[in-house]
């Protein structure tokens, strides 16, 4: 039987009648249309899909969206503000952070939360944050320049 | 004239991917579209008694479904393009017929309204099957017992001996020969988007287009047209964003084909996308040779022959390539160095497993591991270090192009400039310093080297199955705007920017006037693919061929509208000048054109071309677009499509040396250095070209230490997913140190010879060589691949 849930999705309010089992990776997708989010392996490996949810980021191929009702969430699509890229976003684009682009959103979700909780991480304290999240391309030297990226310029606008 | 080649230039496909905007297959949305979920074989090897229908064709959203028989005389067989002396081909039908033989093998397709209802429904189908005996184990299925293709009386599809000079002679007048098994154990490429297609076809057109993430538009289209059976001229093939490829989409798989297939059947459009499961079980995988390397040397470590005796696991069927890629590996066996003789015995088995294929660097990996791990046994048999031994085998720079005992040219090289880049980079001789001390500190510190040399920009027509050449379209429009379409389709690469930075060199036009469009047969002309680190080599160098082209008709034009001579026109920074003191083509105005954005609406702006001593290539795109002052006998337009033929293969070459330390209590294997000298010829964008080896060295360092596609004895697959498989994470990983040395290739006028595989081909013996020389004062002399943690702890602690 469905339910109804009402989920923020990058600042707009969303209702929606939705099976129990639905993942909330493919109510983005599916039905909200906002594909910038990946399904890259179901099992909440890779983090392609990864999201924030109440400023958490989280693996939307393993959470249902009912299990989302209530909850704000920020996707890849809803990052840049008015146009403005995201820092993280910049730093992928200058330091070379992403080729194929497929993990791209999700680690440049993951990578958001990183430099919030840590605003002047270290290489290693990088490559542990994004533990979570494969690329299969970029060999992650490149994103970790890009995360370095982001930290040093959101310092400098704080 | 180089504003962007040779420039850490930006690459302009990342705006979209980053805001999360790109289209990957399964993000093209298409009204009434139906969901397409397999039933995959459970077993390695069984015969299907019969499959039970009747409850999935009544579940909730089901449309269809289609077994075997439904596809016997429909669809013909997935294609292998790879022709070799007595190679037997099975019959490789897109769904399984009276057999499955191996896991994952498709059996039926079900269509729905809904993804999930098209999952619910492949529950409900019985297959029964007739379990037989796996034939998992390559030496022994090469050997006798049950056989997989009855027809064919054994498991063996070919064997091939390959090489030149005595190698009898060879051996008997060394001194020394080492002989050593080794083991390429069989890997999954992990694209980070796995397969997906999505088929639409118009019936009252008649044509079927198909999205699919795959690395070859073109082929795939003329093959999937002959699968099922539609004109060629009837198919296009779109392939969007890719996200990653690695070999695994150098392919024509089964559910291409039959996508297609259902949408004509059902007139609406069909989507099937791959889950991680289906990627472990039904796309190639590769590698997987298991041989023994015997090289012959003299006592001052010159080598005399190296022999290669080798069993490639082939799996159940040919995919496009697969008994191709050993024979790359034959190409490849005199590394970088001069050996007289050489010998590969190659024996291709069949086995219940996914076919291998093309797995980034395909079958020069092999060769490299082989080679280079030899040159490292050779060192120990001999007490020379590592670095003596590549020396004194390595042909000088003047020596080339290099005739090697593999039946190659190698085209241009400087061996001795990458290593010793390489040693100057890692301190070599105070790294051996402190391995010394570390040893006495009980530490176990092992340094590793590799000189690699690849096979790339592959390659001429002849050493191809279906063409080696690659195609571009230059066209500069009305508005001065450049339009590039490149036959070679990117999947990740970069090619809208290094492409775009060729042309706007060439043009003397700015980056941003230049756009790169491929991956759409009904826009691209006909093209071959991005693999074989070929893109740039070959398909860079169509563009600049093309546009050089173009600029011969566009200095006719502008020697025409100039009143002047197109020997004496000048071209600099985009625009044709007369020679310094001539007049102006007329009296009167100098004036600019007029801007697009001031002509009257619905008009072209007419070109003021009176009193000019100069013009723009894009000014003259105009001209030859309104065509009113053109030379006589000139076509209108400015567009040229080249396609280019290479003469030969490229060889990029280089150094990677590594320190590694082992964790006694855990046998865990750390990063303590990793340099990389690579020499790639000319590079066009040293960003992107880092970005290829950082890449190429992590999948090295997850076949030295991670990754292994294991079957069990039953052959079932036991990494069916990336929680089995382990593919390198940021936190494994050293920082690399990148260099490189740059000896261009005289192949292409670009001097371009590839990177995409350098880091998967050069990287992986480095690795393995610095854990036998850790392991070295514990007896070791070899460790196969993945070494694991758990092999190390025995060796150290055992």
């Known amino acids: ?158 | 004239m180089s504003k962007y080649v040779g420039q850490r230039v930006k690459r302009t496909e990342d705006p979209r991917l980053i805001k999360g905007l790109a289209h990957y297959v399964d993000d093209v949305r298409l009204p009434d579209t139906l969901h397409v979920a397999f039933v995959r074989s459970i077993y390695a090897h069984a015969k299907i008694n019969g499959i039970d229908i009747t409850e999935a064709v009544k579940a909730p959203g089901v449309v269809a479904v289609y077994t075997g028989k439904d596809i016997a005389t429909k669809v013909g067989p997935v294609p292998c393009a790879a022709a070799l002396p007595g190679l037997k081909v099975p019959d490789y039908r897109v769904l399984a017929q009276d057999k499955v033989l191996f896991v994952g093998h498709p059996i039926a397709a079900v269509v729905a309204t809904d993804r999930y209802l098209a999952r619910d429904a492949v529950d409900l189908i019985a297959v029964d099957y007739e379990e037989l005996p796996a034939v998992v184990d390559v030496e022994a299925s090469a050997k006798g017992g049950p056989v997989i293709h009855e027809q064919f009386g054994n498991n063996i599809a070919y064997t091939l001996t390959s090489g030149e000079g005595d190698i009898d002679e060879a051996m008997n007048s060394a001194d020394h020969i080492i002989k050593q098994r080794m083991v390429h154990q069989r890997l999954a490429p992990i694209a980070m988007e796995g397969r997906g297609v999505l088929a639409r076809y118009f019936p009252g057109e008649e044509e079927l287009t198909l999205w699919s993430s795959t690395q070859i538009p073109h082929l795939m289209r003329t093959q999937v047209a002959l699968m099922i059976g539609l004109g060629e001229h009837k198919l296009r093939v779109i392939t969007p964003e890719v996200g990653g490829g690695f070999g695994s989409k150098l392919n024509v798989y089964a559910e291409e084909a039959l996508l297609g297939w259902i949408s004509i059947q059902l007139g609406k459009p069909v989507k099937w996308i791959e889950s991680r499961r289906e990627n472990m079980q039904a796309t190639i995988h590769g590698r997987a040779q298991i041989g023994t390397v015997e090289v012959g040397c003299k006592n001052d470590g010159t080598l005399t022959g190296l022999r290669y005796n080798v069993f490639a696991d082939l799996g159940a069927y040919h995919q496009l390539l697969t008994p191709a890629i050993p024979t790359l590996t034959g190409l490849m066996l005199s590394g970088a160095y001069r050996i007289p003789a050489i010998q590969m015995n190659v024996t291709g088995v069949f086995t219940n497993k996914m076919s291998t294929d093309a797995y980034r660097g395909a079958g020069r990996p092999e060769a490299t591991y082989v080679v280079e791990r030899a040159m490292d046994i050779v060192a120990a048999e001999l007490k020379m270090d590592p670095v003596a031994v590549r020396r004194k085998n390595f042909p000088a720079a003047n020596e080339f192009p290099f005739h090697t005992a593999t039946g190659l040219d190698y085209d241009s090289g400087d061996y001795e400039a990458a290593l010793a880049r390489a040693l100057e980079i890692s301190g070599y001789a105070t790294l051996r310093e402190d391995q010394t001390k570390a040893r006495a500190e009980g530490k176990i510190i092992g340094i590793g080297m590799s000189s690699y040399v690849e096979i790339c920009a592959l390659g001429p027509s002849q050493a191809m199955p279906a063409g080696g050449w690659e195609s571009a379209t230059v066209r500069i429009e009305p508005t001065g705007k450049v339009t590039v379409m490149t036959g070679a389709s990117p999947h990740g690469q970069g090619q809208e920017t290094s492409f775009a930075q060729i042309a706007a060199d060439e043009l003397g036009v700015d980056l941003h006037d230049v756009t790169v469009i491929h991956g759409d047969t009904a826009i691209v002309q006909y093209g071959i693919g991005t693999f074989g680190s070929r893109a740039t080599a070959v398909g860079g160098t169509a563009v600049l061929i093309a546009i050089q082209k173009l600029k011969e008709k566009a200095a006719k034009i502008a020697a025409h509208v100039l009143q002047g001579e197109t020997a004496t026109l000048s071209f600099e920074d985009g625009r044709y000048s007369l020679p310094a003191g001539a007049p102006a083509s007329d009296t009167g105005s100098s004036d600019p054109v007029v801007p697009v954005a001031e002509a009257p609406a619905g008009a072209l702006p007419e070109p003021e071309t009176e009193g000019r001593k100069s013009l723009t290539i894009q000014e003259i795109a105009l001209i030859a677009h309104i065509a009113k002052e053109l030379p006589p006998d000139t076509e209108p337009g400015l567009s040229v499509t080249y396609f280019f033929e290479p003469k030969n293969f490229t060889f990029p070459f280089g150094t990677h040396i590594c320190v590694v330390e082992i964790d006694k209590e855990t046998g865990e294997t750390k990063f303590l250095r990793y340099v990389a000298v690579d020499d790639c010829g000319k590079v066009i964008n040293p960003l992107l070209v880092d970005g290829q080896i950082h890449g190429g060295i992590v999948q090295s360092i997850g076949q030295a230490l991670y990754e292994e596609v294991v079957y069990d004895e039953q052959g079932q697959l036991v990494t069916g997913e990336l929680m089995d498989y382990a593919i390198p994470r940021a936190s494994q990983l050293p920082w690399f140190e990148l260099d490189r040395t740059e000896t261009p290739t005289p192949v292409n006028p670009l001097g371009v010879k590839g990177v995409g595989e350098a880091g998967t081909i050069g990287a992986t013996p480095a690795i393995v060589n610095a854990i036998v020389d850790a392991l070295s004062p514990y007896g070791v002399k070899h460790l196969d691949m993945p070494v694991r943690p758990e092999n190390v702890w025995r060796l150290i602690n055992g």
């Open chain 1, 1 to 158: 039987m469905k339910q109804a849930i009402s989920i923020n999705v990058n600042g707009d309010d969303h209702q929606a009648e939705v099976e129990p089992r639905l993942l909330l990776v493919h109510y983005l997708r599916d039905l909200l249309g906002l594909t910038g989010t990946h399904i890259g392996c179901e099992t909440s490996i890779c983090g392609a899909c990864t999201i924030l949810l109440d400023g958490q980021a989280v693996k939307s191929c393993t959470m249902f969206a009912v299990q989302a009702n209530g909850a704000n969430i920020t996707t890849i699509e809803g990052l840049a503000n008015n146009g403005t890229l995201h820092p993280m976003q910049e730093g992928f684009w200058e330091k070379h952070g992403l080729q194929c682009g497929y993990c791209t959103p999700g680690m440049i979700i993951a990578a958001t939360q990183l430099i919030d909780r840590n605003p002047n991480p270290s290489r290693e304290e990088i490559r542990h944050g994004l533990e979570g999240n494969l690329c299969r391309c970029t060999g992650y030297q490149h994103i970790v320049e890009a995360v370095e990226f982001a930290a040093k310029k959101t310092a400098a606008t704080k």
